[in-house]
């Protein structure tokens, strides 16, 4: 009772900064950003999004915002119909779609009762990242819900429309960029070589819509927005400095998500994708508070697989420490909390094919 009081209590919290930031200040959202970023591929071409000398000042004629589109060519064309709408009905539309996305995310992952699905609803609601990301704007859900798309369609054989759903990834593939590489690792060959024709396909065509100088101007928003004042990351080299501690960790974190995918390749797809999210927000060098959302379909993932109470218990004294995840002062402690979820997901990879072989001893032995 004393958990489900707390979840309430930020769950009011999360719903009250929620209406807050959309209703009184929506100019000021990330998603003005994204819709004049769109504005203006549309108006004077899809690489000038990224020539900061024409599209910030428009951007802060408009609202007031002074930070530069960094997102990939793909979101601005899913944004290109709603950006000739007038911006509150654009924004409306926007925010009722990425809801729905999270509800599809909810319906697809968790299982149980009635109850118990509805208080893993209100826990996800009750995190303050996941409500940010919903209030500003961000397409990280989007991202999450095709990630969880592929997941049902893989399970009920559907590999090609799988691997559109993954493909979803290229419009922010900071939180899940190593879900396609997990399960290439757990043996879904077709699903991997499929996803990459789509995503080569689509980076084909943001090369040739942005060409050489498009290419240059998108690196230098992205570089700009990392000098920005106030603008915090999450990323392990934003959180501990960038050097060669940083690039260890971001590599030892790919490489167990993938040894994590590889242990659990005769397992089902829950533990290998929930480790390439898991992996990825370790490994991406450009990570966003909102990005951390990932971690939450990564548990609603693992929690499908009924594990040991030691994991759930690692899940319930992470969840205060996710809520306060964009506090300065919670950089580091979820920093260690994230690394030491990646490294419970290779116990628990370790354990499962332990016990799938000692069953299959068993089985042999009674045969």
């Excluded at 970023?37 to 000398?53: C, D, I, K, Q, V």
């Excluded at 690792?185 to 090369?207: D, E, P």
């Excluded at 993932?301 to 030691?310: F, G, Q, T, V």
């Amino acid at each position: 009772m004393a958990a489900l009081a707390v979840v309430l209590v930020l769950f009011g919290f999360d719903v009250i900064q929620y209406l807050t930031f959309v209703i009184k200040t929506p100019w000021q959202l990330d998603f003005s950003d994204f819709y004049f970023a769109a504005r203006t591929g549309l108006t004077h071409g899809w690489a000038e999004m990224y020539n900061t000398s024409l599209s910030m000042p428009a951007l802060y004629a408009a609202t007031g915002n002074w930070f530069p589109f960094q997102h990939t060519p793909l979101f601005a064309w899913l944004l290109a119909p709603l950006s000739l709408l007038p911006y509150p009905v654009a924004l409306t539309i926007w925010d009722g779609f990425l809801f729905g996305c999270f509800l599809l995310c909810w319906r697809l992952l968790t299982q149980g009762s009635a109850g118990r699905r509805l208080i893993l609803l209100v826990a996800g609601l009750a995190l303050y990242p996941v409500v940010l990301g919903l209030a500003l704007g961000q397409p990280t859900l989007v991202v999450l819900a095709g990630v969880s798309l592929g997941w049902w369609l893989l399970r009920h054989d559907r590999t090609m429309l799988a691997a559109a759903a993954l493909a979803l990834i290229a419009v922010k593939p900071q939180s899940s960029f190593l879900v396609p590489i997990a399960l290439l690792l757990a043996g879904r060959v077709r699903l991997f070589a499929t996803w990459a024709l789509f995503t080569v396909a689509l980076a084909g065509l943001s090369v040739l819509a942005l060409g050489f100088q498009g290419l240059h101007d998108w690196q230098h928003a992205i570089a700009i927005a990392y000098q920005l004042p106030g603008i915090r990351f999450n990323s392990v080299g934003s959180v501990i400095g960038p050097g060669p501690l940083a690039t260890a960790v971001n590599v030892t974190a790919a490489g167990v998500a993938l040894l994590i995918a590889r242990l659990a390749a005769r397992g089902g797809i829950e533990l290998p994708i929930a480790a390439g999210l898991s992996g990825s927000v370790l490994a991406t060098p450009y990570l966003s508070v909102h990005d951390l959302s990932a971690l939450l379909i990564a548990a609603w993932l693992i929690l499908r697989l009924d594990p040991p109470s030691w994991l759930k218990a690692l899940m319930v004294v992470g969840y205060l420490p996710f809520f306060f995840a964009n506090a300065l002062f919670m950089h580091g402690p979820f920093l260690l909390l994230e690394c030491a979820w990646l490294v419970a997901l290779l116990a628990f990879a370790i354990q499962r094919r332990a016990g799938a072989r000692a069953d299959a001893r068993l089985t042999h032995a009674a045969a």
